[in-house]
Structures are given as structure tokens and as C-alpha cells.
């Protein structure tokens, strides 16, 4: 297992002692180390920022305990040297990571992580160009960060977090801010390292294409307390999602429409609108053919 809650509950205080906001409600939740792309959905005020920041314990429970790997997150750790390795193994790539930039060059901010979890000024070199290669912006290392685009300033800083190899990602929201084209292509870089290291990764967003397109997994949050834990294709299928304030992807609004007024049978195994398209042409050329 690589990250389970077992009845974690998260209180803020209010200015006076009696006020306490629940931010978390007696959470119970298994994720595994391996081969998962989970979203974390649900309306502003929800709970997932504060339920992804226990992931890595940079929130720690207020009742309850959270197990990472083989570190066991209780209230009382608040100075326990154990967490930096928690945080090496989990990595969290924050809204706007590009705001986290500051050394001279791209190659020294993205060796900059590496090197602070004890990794060898060698080593980091070799891995920072590596993962740059990944990223294709390898010809940006000896640019300064502040020169750069904001799409190549948000690579530049997931590079650095890339770079000391975490077990887990964590995303919040890693598309906002971005163009359409820039929103394709940092989904399809994480997608695309999951396919191939089989890491995990858990993304908060509000925009249930991405949900759709991309999610093996979905966790619902309502008033800090998960309401449906399970498939994108039984939540859009049934009225969890309008019970929750969300939206349905547009691809599957398409699909309603289509099989509504020219009675297709097209399927909700239907994930983009390219997709949507090539059946589209399948069942037109089957229908010619007849």
C-alpha cells in the first residue's frame, strides 16, 4: 500500500477557541504505490487540497493516522525528522510550481531538489539533463528560469521535482493557467510517465474532461467527507456527479445528445472527441454499406 487514511479527521481553529472548521471529516482511503491515476474532485471548500497536502504530510491529522509507505503520520510528529523522507518519496507539484523558481539557471534549479535529498552534485547534474530530455527542454539548462515562457518555466519546475525520482506524484491542479495546447501537453506528460513507470499518480481538477480523458480512479469530496470512490464510467453514469456540483465531460454531453436524437447506442467507453469521431465515421461507413 502506498498511502492509506484510517479515520483522519483535519479541524482549523477559528479566532476563538470554541470556533472549529472541519476540514477533513473521518477519512478511510487506500491508495496504492503502483498504477494508479486518481482524481480528486469536488467543489471549492471541499476538503482535497487539505486532503492531498496529508499525502505528504505537509498537513498532519488532527485525529486518525495516515500510513506513507512505511511511515505511520500521527498528530504529534509535527518535528519528527522522518517527514523529509515522506516528502523525497511523495512529490508534490504545486499550482503555479513555476512561482517555485530561483537559481541562476534551469540545470541548477532542477538539481536544486536532487541535491537537498542527498543526492551527489554528480549524480544531480546527470539526472536534471536526463529528466530535461524528458521534458524536451534541454536546450533551456543554461537559460535563466526568468527568461523563459510560462509553459517552459512550469517544465522547468516539474523537472526538479522529476529529478529526485519520487515513488508517488501529487498534482494540483497542473493544468491552470495554461492554453488549451499547454494543458494537452503537460496531461500528456504525466500520462505518459505513468504508462511507463507505473507510478501513481493522484491530480486535483476541476475540469472533468481531464477527469474523464485521463483518471483510473476517481475520489468525490463533499464538505470534507468522501461521498463516491470508484470508476469515472459509474459516477458520470448515474447522478453522483449532479449530487456533487459537477460538471459532465463534454465528450459524454455529445454522446447524450447523439444517442438522444439519432438513437446511435454510442457507449460511454468513449473518452475524447477524437474517439468520438473515428465512431462516428465507423458507423457511417457501416451504414453506407448496407
Do not use: C
Not at 481531464?210 to 459509474?234: F, H, M, P
Request: proline share 3%; aromatic share 8%; no cysteine.
Amino acid at each position: 500500500m502506498g498511502i492509506s487514511f484510517k479515520e483522519v479527521s483535519h479541524f482549523y481553529r477559528g479566532l476563538k477557541k470554541k470556533d472549529i472548521n472541519i476540514a477533513l471529516d473521518n477519512i478511510s482511503l487506500d491508495i496504492n504505490e503502483k498504477n494508479e491515476f486518481v482524481a480528486l474532485v469536488g467543489k471549492t471548500g471541499s476538503g482535497k487540497s487539505t486532503l492531498m497536502q496529508h499525502m505528504n504530510a505537509l498537513k498532519l491529522p488532527s485525529r486518525g493516522n495516515v500510513e506513507i509507505f512505511d511511515y505511520v503520520i500521527t498528530p504529534k510528529q509535527r518535528k519528527n525528522p522522518k517527514l523529509k523522507n515522506v516528502r523525497k518519496r511523495v512529490g508534490f507539484v504545486f499550482q503555479f510550481p513555476e512561482y517555485q523558481l530561483f537559481e541562476e539557471t534551469v540545470l541548477k534549479d532542477i538539481m536544486f531538489a536532487p541535491t537537498n535529498f542527498g543526492m551527489n552534485k554528480e549524480d544531480a547534474k546527470a539526472k536534471a539533463i536526463e529528466v530535461a530530455k524528458l521534458l524536451n527542454i534541454e536546450k533551456l539548462l543554461d537559460k535563466s528560469p526568468f527568461n523563459l515562457s510560462g509553459g517552459q518555466m512550469r517544465k522547468a519546475a516539474i523537472a526538479g521535482i522529476l529529478a529526485y525520482e519520487p515513488d508517488i506524484l501529487l498534482l494540483d491542479e497542473p493544468t491552470r493557467g495554461l492554453d488549451p495546447r499547454g494543458q494537452e501537453e503537460i496531461m500528456e506528460l504525466f500520462y505518459n510517465i505513468h504508462k511507463k513507470t507505473n507510478k501513481t499518480i493522484i491530480m486535483i481538477t476541476h475540469d472533468m474532461n481531464i477527469v474523464y480523458q485521463y483518471a483510473t480512479r476517481v475520489v468525490v469530496l463533499n464538505d470534507g467527507k468522501i461521498t463516491y470512490d470508484g470508476s469515472k464510467e459509474e459516477l458520470f453514469n448515474s447522478d453522483i456527479y449532479k449530487n456533487n456540483s459537477l460538471a459532465k465531460p463534454e465528450v459524454l454531453e455529445l454522446i447524450d445528445y447523439l444517442n438522444e436524437k439519432l438513437n446511435l447506442g454510442i457507449s460511454y467507453d468513449t473518452y475524447t472527441l477524437d474517439e468520438l469521431l473515428k465512431k462516428l465515421e465507423n458507423i457511417t461507413e457501416v451504414k453506407n454499406n448496407e
